[in-house]
């Protein structure tokens, strides 16, 4: 079956640097792979999509990669700052009963410190 | 892009009584889901509620146990029926507007089970 791994644990960096998150997928050949934000208490926000024929995309600090042979994309946030702190998810298209539908990672959570 | 509110935000229920969830949209879209998110974990599908036609449930949701509604192009309920505390959890619905990719979610509805 189709399978969606992010890192559990949580990503610690220091204001300034570049986080970097890893979402690898097993059983799938998706045509596009999303990101999303969430933060404590609230529902999930798109953040960027990619496509299988796009090796990188970006959006002011953040860039997202997408290797459909290691079946990895990889979400760099550059110069980060204590807001970008959240967890992002990345989500892969499914199919359903007739319909498209998304399929969602566990989520690593960031923290940025000061 | 799309607004999309939830009602209630919160509820603390008895065991074996149910709860019916509201969600409410800023445009009229096609595609609706609900998910749910236990604590930790990752969105989970429940069911893609589309307008004229029945709920498609995912693999382990059943419609006694979440029953849904699609009354029209901007509204749709979630009921969870005879709670347990297993159904303790975060509920969110969400929405796929037309020729997007992408999902916009509610903030969630969390709901405890005592």
């Known amino acids: 079956s189709q399978k969606i791994e992010q890192n559990s644990e949580a990503l610690n960096i220091q204001e300034g640097k570049t986080a970097t998150l890893t979402c690898n997928y097993t059983n799938y050949s998706p045509a596009y792979l999303q990101w999303y934000r969430q933060d404590p208490g609230r529902g999930p926000v798109f953040l960027l999509l990619i496509r299988e024929n796009e090796k990188e995309k970006r959006k002011e600090r953040l860039k997202v990669t997408f290797d459909t042979t290691l079946k990895q994309s990889l979400f760099h946030i550059t110069a980060s700052q204590p807001a970008d702190s959240a967890t992002y998810l990345c989500a892969l298209p499914g199919f359903s009963g007739g319909y498209n539908k998304l399929i969602f990672g566990a989520g690593t959570r960031l923290a940025v410190h000061p | 892009s799309a607004v999309i509110s939830q009602k209630p935000s919160r509820d603390i229920c008895q065991r074996g009584t149910s709860l019916t969830i509201q969600c409410q949209v800023d445009s009229q879209v096609t595609m609706m889901f609900w998910y749910r998110q236990q604590p930790g974990q990752s969105l989970t599908l429940i069911a893609t509620?589309?307008?004229?036609?029945?709920?498609?449930?995912e693999s382990g949701f059943v419609i006694d146990k979440f029953p849904i509604s699609r009354p029209n192009l901007t509204f749709s309920t979630l009921t969870v029926s005879n709670m347990s505390p297993e159904d303790s959890s975060i509920y969110l619905c969400s929405v796929e507007p037309k020729l997007q990719e992408t999902q916009y979610f509610g903030p969630g509805t969390r709901l405890l089970v005592l």
């Open positions: 509620a589309n307008q004229g036609s029945e709920a498609t449930y």
